[in-house]
């Protein structure tokens, strides 16, 4: 069997969880092993400090990630991490640079074709995030046990012949008329944070939905998460960007065929 890497420009991850019961860390060691780049982006919420900072939880395979990103910044791949809400406490190095690994809280990044994004976690413009704390807590604790439910639910799909990638949280998120307000009023503000500054678009996380579209002339791009989706941004060698979707179980076998989802060029 012939193993595929896909060698990219740069990728871009998010909303890990580390050190959460509900990272598939599994799935993103996988994904880091079949896929390289000249630069690679840790787009916040790599570590889950409010997970441990309730239970301390922290297996093997969370520490591999950690080594693995480690060697491949030794190994001449830039690495930049942008810190989330759930790592707030890292955006007090901002510059400092950790293990070849240089933290930034914000960044501009320039694709191959010239076009510039801002790079930034984006719970900066969540007014949940930022104004009520102990809400966004408590909807954290809500996802946490959608994602625990769907646990099982995908074993009982699996037996019952059905997909077993079915997303508990992503259901409710576009059944819940809220959410999806919540989403676009997400997204629209971040854009609207462009209008004034001489850029092509914004990439960012933070809300778990893996996006690639254009808002208001801009383009928004969600990196999505490896909790739920486990979604990726990469830019190719000339410049074109592609949102994937990775699953373990095919990228043994098909490598650079894992689920395409959306690209822009």
Not at 1 to 16: A, C, E, G, P
Request: hydrophobic share 40%; with cysteine.
């Amino acid at each position: 069997m012939t193993i595929n890497i896909n060698i990219y420009r740069t990728i871009w991850i998010s909303d890990l969880h580390l050190g959460s019961t509900q990272c598939q860390a599994d799935v993103l060691l996988d994904f880091l092993k079949y896929n390289d780049s000249e630069k690679l982006y840790l787009v916040g919420d790599i570590i889950d400090f409010w997970a441990l900072s309730k239970k301390m939880y922290w297996p093997r395979d969370h520490n591999t990630v950690i080594q693995k990103i480690l060697r491949k910044a030794r190994h001449d791949t830039q690495v930049i991490y942008i810190p989330g809400n759930h790592d707030e406490n890292v955006r007090d190095y901002d510059h400092y640079v950790f293990g070849d690994i240089i933290v930034k809280n914000s960044d501009v990044h320039t694709t191959f074709v010239g076009k510039q994004f801002l790079i930034i976690h984006g719970d900066e413009y969540d007014t949940i995030a930022q104004c009520h704390k102990w809400l966004a807590k408590l909807g954290s604790e809500g996802y946490d046990f959608l994602i625990w439910i769907n646990r099982f639910l995908r074993i009982i799909r699996r037996w019952l012949g059905l997909q077993s990638n079915f997303s508990l949280a992503a259901f409710v998120k576009f059944k819940v008329k809220n959410v999806v307000q919540f989403i676009s009023d997400y997204e629209e503000s971040i854009v609207s944070i462009l209008k004034d500054r001489d850029l092509d678009g914004v990439i960012c996380g933070h809300i778990h939905h893996a996006e690639i579209k254009e808002i208001d002339g801009f383009l928004y791009i969600n990196t999505g998460d490896f909790v739920e989706s486990c979604t990726a941004i990469v830019e190719h060698a000339n410049g074109t960007l592609e949102l994937v979707r990775w699953h373990k179980t095919e990228s043994a076998i098909v490598g650079d065929e894992a689920l395409e989802v959306s690209v822009h060029r």
